[in-house]
């Protein structure tokens, strides 16, 4: 069978959706399309969580992965239909959650205040019908303030536990939260965080961002480590400012990052290859060679049947499961086609 036709079968009418129109092109106010949006909550998993959605409030936002904030983000990623009044009561209470600043924090707190949360709350509130709303287009000013004046994605994780000057696992997350950005954010700032992001995306060719010697340095080296050999006096990151300084490494040496070769939906904090380059062709990236590898390792992992399996899931974490790992998944091959549609490889 043509993957395609499998993608629109009706058990997944969330797939079957954005395959006809992504692929078949077919306009959003179709018969099919109608009929289709009037059964996307009704997809087991979608109807899973918005059952337990009371629940999801309930808890802390941030409760790995059962709270409000994820639980939002996988009802979007599955295209949940905005109108439902569980979804937008969700919504709403994630939206209550938001900081002044725009930014979303775990806690709620400023000083905790993260760049892959806000990015994946405000696409989230787009897709369910906020985009309008005046702090979801502060959420968008929030993430230029926070990315373009440190030159890449700021976290406090990767200043004390990595040796990545930034946050590499949030480009795909702002990439794509920029992808649905709303009129209301002023274009300059978001072409120029767009620039930025993608830029970096393709200097590491996707999934190339570990140092060879990040093994050693978190082993023998970690200044947080009670016998690390930070001396007394210096900083964490002037330590680590020392240590790149004092060993430099060529663009060709980075290694891959090996989770991300393993595909898995929906995603966390913790994005792999497969959406990286979802999230550079719904920016409108065209294709360029330094993108050969990560759509040969793409293609690579299609099975006979011209379908791809899911590799790693939150099943048992979310408020639903959401397909089976080692099974043909919908919802990857779907991603999969897309990316090698848009740069050429279909």
């Known amino acids: ?4 036709d499998w993608l629109l079968e009706k ?24 009929v289709l949006r009037g059964q996307l909550c009704a997809y087991p998993p979608v109807a899973g969580m918005l059952e337990r959605v009371d629940e999801a409030i309930a808890a802390k936002a941030y409760q790995k992965y059962a709270g409000a904030y994820w639980t939002l983000l996988f009802l979007a990623d599955m295209q949940a239909d905005r109108r439902d009044s569980r979804a937008r009561r969700l919504a709403e209470h994630v939206l ?28 989230a509130l787009v897709h369910f019908g906020f985009g309008r709303h005046e702090t979801v287009v502060r959420g968008y000013e929030r993430l230029a303030e926070r990315i373009l004046p440190y030159g890449g994605v700021p976290c406090m994780v990767i200043d004390y536990h990595s040796l990545l000057p930034s946050c590499r696992m949030t480009l795909p997350q702002a990439l794509r939260a ?28 996707v999934y190339h961002y570990v140092r060879p010697d990040a093994s050693r340095y978190y082993k023998e080296l970690v200044p947080l480590q009670p016998k690390g050999r930070r001396p007394k006096g210096v900083s964490v990151k002037e330590f ?27 995603h966390s904090y913790n994005p792999d290859l497969l959406e990286a380059m979802l999230a550079l062709a719904e920016v409108g990236v065209e294709y360029q060679p330094v993108l050969d ?16 399996k899911l590799d790693v899931s939150l099943n048992g974490k979310m408020l639903a499961d959401v397909e089976r790992v080692g099974r043909p ?9 897309t990316v090698l549609k848009h740069f050429g490889r279909l």
């Not at 058990?11 to 109608?34: C, I, Q, W």
């Not at 649905?180 to 995306?201: K, T």
Request: with cysteine; glycine share 8%; net charge positive.
């Open 96 to 123: 209550a959650q938001q900081m002044d600043s725009g930014g979303f924090s775990p806690s709620g707190q400023a000083r905790w205040e993260i760049v892959c949360l806000t990015g994946n709350m405000l696409r």
């Open 11 to 34: 058990d997944a009418p969330g797939v079957a959706y954005l395959t006809r129109l992504r692929f078949l092109g077919e306009s959003p106010r179709s018969r099919h399309m109608t």
């Open 293 to 308: 590898e990560a759509l040969d390792h793409i293609e690579a992992k299609r099975g006979p049947d011209g379908r791809w």
């Open 1 to 4: 069978m043509d993957p395609v």
């Open 240 to 266: 680590k400012a020392a240590y790149l300084r004092d060993h430099p490494i060529g663009a060709r040496d980075w290694l891959p990052k090996k989770g991300w070769l393993r595909f898995g939906f929906p």
């Open 329 to 337: 998944s919908k919802w990857i091959t779907l991603h999969a086609l």
């Open 178 to 205: 920029l992808a649905v950005a709303p009129d209301g954010v002023a274009r300059e700032a978001r072409e120029r965080l767009s620039d930025l992001l993608v830029s970096q995306l393709l200097e590491m060719r």
